[in-house]
């Protein structure tokens, strides 16, 4: 056996590029799109729709219908359809964010048909059973009891609302009483209004071939109702008081948020946010981190990010620390603010800046699977196909000015919610 005892060359990441999904559309106008790479016979198909939050008529009906809708058809009972996928080795999931609802198969190769087949009867034959549906409002009563005792969670519930408000579908926070007022019709009725072809994108992903997508086509494409995406507006209504502070009794550590909505991706400031956030709080060689963690030890993390929607973004600071250092801490955030808005970044952390985020691009794209995420994010918001690649040239050659401009343009202090709650 043999070891290494020299590190392998480094080499300057020159070029990153996006394997070329091949686009097919259904006979019913459902776009599909094919990411055929990898060598074992798996395969994933997503199916998206928008069917979000977005679209809902009542407070949690999109998110109960994603997570109900495999729970029973008109011929199967929710057992029954774990069972078969189960015997046949497969992964069915379903789910829904703010602004899609996803059914998401994984399979072998062999036993695609069979599988698709169930996903198309679940697709068309829901039921939504009121047994499910207590079942699930029951558990999420209780999941939610004990979410409203934990600061973190609270305080990331409170900062979308203040940037948002309480009626907005990003802004709304569940409750009880939301849980007890869900009926099956209203379940029924979210799902005959956007689970339709018109509203739908397929990505299918792994070792694919044309007869998958045919078969995709016989079922999906033909045996699928018809309809139209919904066009709908919501108007934001943020907090006017910015700074909000909140108790939750016997707690000993103070979470903290600081935030504010962003543009979204097709924003010609998007790329440069995007390397603002990670120098600031983006990973683990940050600027929050170096300070309030390794220098000051105020917290066992911290970090900033930025939340992507389809109607927009945003940006927040989050950390939990000792409610003793909680003014302190605060300090030094507002410092790194400052700080960015007043000082250019070093280029030796400028070029470990662009290093990180080559390197993480690079990760993201290893495989069909995470290619296929990569393609939802095109296919969803419509973005130009050289979206990557021109993050790559925006990686290359932002300059500390740039930074430092677009730190002044959406860091001032004044325009950032600060949520405590301890």
Known sequence: MSFRNKAPELREITKISLHEPIRHQLDNGIPLYEVHMGTQALLKLDIIFFAGRWYESHPLVARATALLLKEGTQQKSSAEIAEIVDFYGGSLKTGGNLDTATLSLFCLNKHFDKLLTLVHEILTKPVFPQKELDNYTRTAKMNLEIEQTKNDIVAYREVTAAMYGDNHPYGYNSTAADYDRLKREDLVNHFHQNYHAGNCQIILSGKTSETQVQRINGLLGNKFP?????????????????????????????????????????????????????????????????????????????????????????????????????????????????????????????????????????????????????????????????????????????????????????????????????
């Open 226 to 422: 018809l309809g139209e995406k919904r066009s709908i507006t919501h108007v934001p209504t943020p907090y006017p008081n910015k700074k909000i502070k909140l108790t939750i009794p016997n707690s000993v550590q103070t979470a903290i948020r600081i935030g504010r909505v962003l543009p979204s991706r097709k924003h010609p400031d998007y790329f440069g946010l995007l390397l603002l956030n990670t120098l600031l709080g983006g990973y683990f060689g940050s600027r929050l981190m170096s300070n309030i963690r390794e220098d000051k030890g105020y917290t066992y993390g911290i970090y900033s990010t930025i939340d992507n929607m389809l109607s927009g973004n945003y940006f927040y600071i989050a950390t939990e620390t000792g409610s003793e250092v909680t003014a302190p801490a605060l300090e030094e955030i507002y410092k790194e603010l400052k700080r960015l808005r007043e000082e250019p970044a070093s280029s030796e952390e400028l070029e470990k800046l662009r290093n990180y985020l080559l390197g993480t691009l690079l990760t993201s794209m290893d495989g069909p699977f995470n290619i296929a995420r990569l393609v939802k994010t095109l296919v969803l918001e419509n973005l130009n196909p050289s979206f990557f690649q021109d993050f790559i040239q925006a990686i290359k050659t932002i300059q500390p000015k740039d930074l430092q401009a677009l730190a002044q343009k959406y860091l001032q202090e004044e325009d950032l919610y600060e949520i405590l709650v301890s």
